[in-house]
């Protein structure tokens, strides 16, 4: 009698995704690329019978891209679908190459989640969370209370940019002072999170605001952005630093592409972290101004590279959201872009969408028992944004109508500059140092490539 595929393989194939994920709880990286008595790996049967969910996983633990099974194929051959094919060009390094002045910058560093495979605990749909559909103001932009655009440089860590973003927006809001925090903290505990192989190839969204709530995040001056250290452990110090500092909501945040959610989140006073699709029309933000264009069906021709940015604004007068971006200052708009609403609210663009809401609520350490015990240690650190003394109150969301409008008054929103598309990005400028400005740029000089 033959030997028999193992039930690992057969959980792949016969897509029993509970099941394989109890078997990748224990399993080796050797026995996922065990090639089966079939000729045949997991990860072939899985992309061959066009398991979108379970090829994810299997990439993420590890499995070979590069093993071919007994008729020569590797298993992004085998695949039947465009969403797998997706996402093996997903897990290649890419760049936005600028040919004039040969600088490149990261793409591919968020792994994208569509389904919800690998949600955080507790996770809520942001839709059940919202009281109404309330009538939204026109125009929102909170770049006032954002900090400083950075560049991630050379690594993958845009999810950590974004999420540091989105953290040091919430403390800037309440108590008008800029703090940095450790993005490579961010990124390396998001990555801890799913494998002991650290490599810089990205990590999720739902990873990062994981470890925001369970670990929290340290000072930059605790764990410094020294890309020579993207794949090394922080300090017990910087650990220690970080703990009293989480993200107290019990809740993960997550929206769906649905202009509606992601306007309202906005208009609510929360910036939202988001995965998108980006091609060739994405590449000529660097040069125009910052705006991002549809993509052709030549550029889709050529293929897509996730990156993961941070949306702070909206304006319904030309339909697009204004993000910010991490690569400097020198990028767009001042290091911010602004994205069509039709880009944003298509689901096979943007596909994993993401809000953090509470940072240490003023009242959750009096209201929680359990948070208590770390009273004496935050009033030990005068950095601490929940302070009395520290505190700030805001005339966020004052609002007034004008000919039937209903609009927001106050120092986060914005209307438009008559002189400019989107007005002043105002705060963002960047600690960078800020290159000089590109000039006489074609399309054609700016363009995705990928390594292997």
């Not at 973003?165 to 998001?190: C, H, M, P, W």
């Not at 939202?272 to 660097?286: E, H, I, W």
């Not at 897509?304 to 971006?325: E, P, S, T």
């Amino acid at each position: 009698m033959s030997e028999q595929p193992s039930g690992f393989y057969l959980s792949c194939r016969n897509n029993n995704i509970e099941k394989v994920k109890e078997y990748l709880i224990t399993i080796t990286e050797h026995e996922i690329n065990r090639l089966e008595p079939n000729g045949s790996t997991a990860l072939h049967a899985a992309s061959y019978n066009g398991h979108d969910d379970i090829v994810r996983l299997l990439l993420d633990k590890g499995a070979s891209t590069t093993l071919k099974n007994r008729y020569g194929y590797t298993a992004e051959q085998e695949a039947r679908t465009g969403i797998i094919k997706g996402l093996f060009q997903q897990r290649k390094k890419a760049f936005i190459v600028n040919k004039k002045t040969g600088q490149t910058y990261p793409l591919n560093g968020v792994k994208l989640d569509p389904n919800g495979v690998n949600d955080a605990p507790n996770t809520i749909q942001f839709g059940s969370i919202q009281n109404s559909i309330n009538q939204l103001p026109p125009i929102v932009d909170l770049r006032k209370d954002c900090t400083t655009v950075e560049s991630q440089g050379q690594i993958n860590s845009c999810v950590g940019n974004a999420l540091a973003g989105a953290y040091e927006y919430l403390i800037k809001k309440e108590t008008g002072k800029q703090i940095d925090v450790s993005r490579l903290f961010i990124y390396f505990n998001a990555r801890a999170h799913r494998s002991q192989h650290i490599r810089d190839e990205g990590c999720y969204i739902s990873d990062a605001i994981h470890i925001l709530k369970t670990k929290g995040v340290c000072k930059e001056s605790y764990w410094p952005y020294n890309i020579a250290h993207v794949n090394t452990k922080p300090s017990l110090n910087a650990y220690k630093e970080a703990s009293p500092y989480i993200v107290y909501d019990r809740q993960g945040i997550r929206l769906n592409a649905n202009l509606q959610q992601m306007k309202q989140s906005l208009a609510d006073g929360y910036p939202f972290a988001f995965g998108l699709m980006t091609y060739d029309s994405f590449a000529q933000s660097a040069h125009n101004g910052g705006h991002v264009l549809m993509p052709s069906q030549t550029d889709k021709q050529k293929g897509c590279a996730g990156h993961c940015m941070l949306a702070v604004g909206y304006n319904d007068i030309h339909k697009k959201f204004i993000v910010r971006n991490s690569y400097g200052s020198h990028w767009g708009d001042k290091g911010y872009i602004y994205i069509p609403y039709e880009y944003m609210s298509n689901p096979h663009y943007n596909q994993d969408i993401w809000a953090i809401r509470k940072i240490a609520q003023r009242n959750s350490i009096q209201q929680q028992t359990e948070e208590q015990k770390d009273q004496q240690y935050v009033k030990d650190n005068s950095w601490f944004w929940n302070l009395d003394n520290n505190w700030i109150k805001n005339n966020f969301q004052q609002f007034y109508h004008f000919h039937s409008v209903v609009c927001i008054k106050s120092q986060h929103f914005h209307l438009l500059n008559q002189h400019h598309l989107f007005g002043s990005a105002g705060t963002a400028t960047s600690k960078d140092q800020v290159q000089d400005p590109e000039t006489a740029i074609d399309d054609d000089d700016c363009y995705i490539e990928w390594a292997g």
